[in-house]
Structures are given as C-alpha cells and as structure tokens.
C-alpha cells in the first residue's frame, strides 16, 4: 500500500512538472498582463524568438531586444492577455526608431485571435521599418480590412526625431482610424510629426469592430540580420489605453480638420514601402 501510494504521489508529481513545461512567460507592465513569446522559429519574417529578449525593468520599462547568439539573431514580441476594443492606444517609446537597420522593424499593433479573423486582417499597425529598401520612408501607417479580399490601406512618412524620445498613438472608432507620431512623452497633440487619418465610406468592411490583443515587435524584415550586424533594443515607457464609446466615437464631420494629414478612401493600395501582406505575424 505505501509503496503504491509512493507511486501515485510521484506521479502526480510529474504531470505538475509537465503542465509547466511550455508555459508562457508572462510580464506585467503599464497595469495590464503581457505575454512573451517563446522560443521557436515563425513568421513574421520567418525569425527566431526568444522569451528572454523582452523584459520590464526596476523601473517597470518593457525592453525589446533583437540580438545574436551563437550565430543566430533572436527577436522579441509581447501581446496582452486580454482584448482591447475602441479607444487611444498610446506608446511611449525611448529609442531612435527613426534610425532603425534596413533590416530591422519595430512593430506596435493588435492583431486578430482566431475566433475573430483570419492573419492579414482588421489589425491597425504603427511600424518603423524600411523593408530593405534604403530610399523608402521609415514610419508606416496600416490598417487591415475585415477580409482578405480587400485592400489595406497605409500612409509612409519620414520622420526626423530630436532625441530617443518618441509618443507613439493611434485612436481607433468603429468609423475611423487617426494616428500620430510626435516628439517627446506626452498626452497632448503638441510637437505632431506624422498624422495619417483614415475615414472610409465604408468602415464595417474596411475597419475591425471587435476588440483584440495589442502586441508588440521588433524583428527582421524577411529574417535578414541588420546591415550593420548590432544588436537592438528598443525601450517601451509607458503604455496607456482610453477607451471610448462606440457612440461617442463616431465624427461629428466627415472631414478631418485642417493639418491633422491625408484621409485614406475605400480600397486604398498600399503606399511604396509599405509592409507586404506575406510578413503579417502568424499565429
């Protein structure tokens, strides 16, 4: 009887060690509950991940890494546990991501679950990447439509930062989409570099209406090591979430007002340099 007893105990012992093995890394950072994506080799790119590239300091800063080991470059990703819907999303980043590798491509996004659409869909995305292309503007604006059968729409823009610090912001509303680049950490529109406000004539088809995971990248265009062969770490501040209400969210005009960029139209192709269909994260 003991011994079988011994027997049990052990292996229930066992089958705890194996429920964690595979286990998500978690984080917390700026109050919400983040995932860290583990090791293992995926798009976008395709690229080798590391748990172990993405981590919150003393100070509760989210660092990204993308680096070598033994010959290999390792990128980092996080996405949150739980589901954002409208509202403004605010990055504070540290960091020159308007002096980004070629290569290299820092991206902050949500992105569709499963239950909620297909890849290549309904994400909105601020990226600062060249695509290898080095006469191409760095700073790319994307929204993703509800199905594949339509086209994105993006805005490319050169940016021209004054130090490593940089607010990076998008406001999404069940019938438009306004981003912003602008200098410093701030919550005002003050010091705006960039704007692209996209209003199609059509948003249930043109622009998601369900909530989803906010994640955060940085990795190499089509798995191509930087030019310059460093490494690189790009600092998240600070993340902060408004929510709005979808009545509350809806324009009191169709028009945007004067200054605040181009207004993207119905089936808009994607600007020269903008991010191909094929490098959209896989999950």
Same mark, same amino acid.
């Given at each position: 009887?003991?011994?079988?007893?011994?027997?049990?105990?052990?292996?229930?012992?066992?089958?705890?060690?194996?429920?964690?093995?595979?286990?998500?890394?978690?984080?917390?950072?700026?109050?919400?509950?983040?995932?860290? /994506?583990?090791?293992?080799?995926?798009?976008?790119?395709?690229?080798?991940?590391?748990?172990?590239?993405?981590?919150?300091?003393?100070?509760?800063?989210?660092?990204?890494?993308?680096?070598?080991?033994?010959?290999?470059?390792?990128?980092?990703?996080?996405?949150?546990?739980?589901?954002?819907?409208?509202? /403004?999303?605010?990055?504070?980043?540290?960091?020159?991501?308007?002096?980004?590798?070629?290569?290299?491509?820092?991206?902050?996004?949500?992105?569709?679950? /499963?239950?909620?659409?297909?890849?290549?869909?309904?994400?909105?995305?601020?990226?600062?990447?060249?695509?290898?292309?080095?006469?191409?503007?760095?700073?790319?604006?994307?929204?993703?439509?509800?199905?594949?059968?339509?086209?994105?729409?993006?805005?490319?823009?050169?940016?021209?930062?004054?130090?490593?610090?940089?607010?990076?912001?998008?406001?999404?509303?069940?019938?438009?989409?306004?981003?912003?680049?602008?200098?410093?950490?701030?919550?005002?529109?003050?010091?705006?570099?960039?704007?692209?406000?996209?209003?199609?004539?059509?948003?249930?088809? /043109?622009?998601?209406?369900?909530?989803?995971?906010?994640?955060?990248?940085?990795?190499?265009?089509?798995?191509?090591?930087?030019?310059?062969?460093?490494?690189?770490?790009?600092?998240?501040?600070?993340?902060?979430?408004?929510?709005?209400?979808?009545?509350?969210?809806?324009?009191?005009?169709?028009?945007?007002?004067?200054?605040?960029?181009?207004?993207?139209?119905?089936?808009?192709?994607?600007?020269?340099?903008?991010?191909?269909?094929?490098?959209?994260?896989?999950?």
């Amino acid at each position: 009887m003991a011994e079988k007893l011994a027997f049990v105990v052990g292996f229930m012992a066992v089958l705890a060690m194996a429920s964690g093995i595979g286990q998500a890394k978690t984080i917390r950072f700026s109050g919400y509950d983040w995932t860290v /994506r583990g090791a293992g080799r995926g798009g976008p790119g395709p690229n080798e991940w590391d748990e172990n590239n993405a981590w919150v300091d003393g100070r509760g800063y989210l660092h990204m890494k993308l680096a070598p080991r033994e010959g290999t470059w390792y990128c980092s990703e996080v996405s949150t546990t739980g589901r954002f819907g409208f509202g /403004r999303y605010q990055f504070w980043i540290e960091g020159r991501v308007d002096k980004l590798d070629l290569n290299v491509v820092l991206g902050l996004f949500n992105y569709p679950t /499963r239950d909620v659409g297909r890849g290549g869909t309904r994400e909105i995305d601020i990226e600062f990447a060249k695509w290898a292309l080095p006469k191409v503007p760095i700073g790319n604006y994307t929204v993703w439509p509800v199905e594949r059968e339509l086209k994105s729409a993006s805005h490319t823009f050169p940016i021209t930062l004054d130090g490593e610090l940089s607010t990076q912001r998008f406001t999404w509303s069940p019938t438009s989409v306004f981003l912003q680049s602008l200098l410093g950490h701030r919550d005002d529109d003050a010091q705006q570099v960039a704007s692209w406000r996209y209003q199609p004539q059509d948003p249930a088809t /043109r622009i998601s209406q369900q909530p989803m995971p906010l994640h955060m990248n940085l990795w190499c265009f089509e798995g191509r090591p930087p030019t310059d062969g460093k490494p690189v770490e790009v600092v998240v501040r600070a993340f902060r979430f408004t929510a709005i209400e979808a009545e509350a969210a809806k324009p009191a005009a169709p028009a945007p007002a004067a200054g605040l960029g181009p207004v993207g139209g119905d089936g808009v192709s994607p600007a020269p340099g903008s991010p191909p269909s094929a490098q959209t994260p896989s999950r």
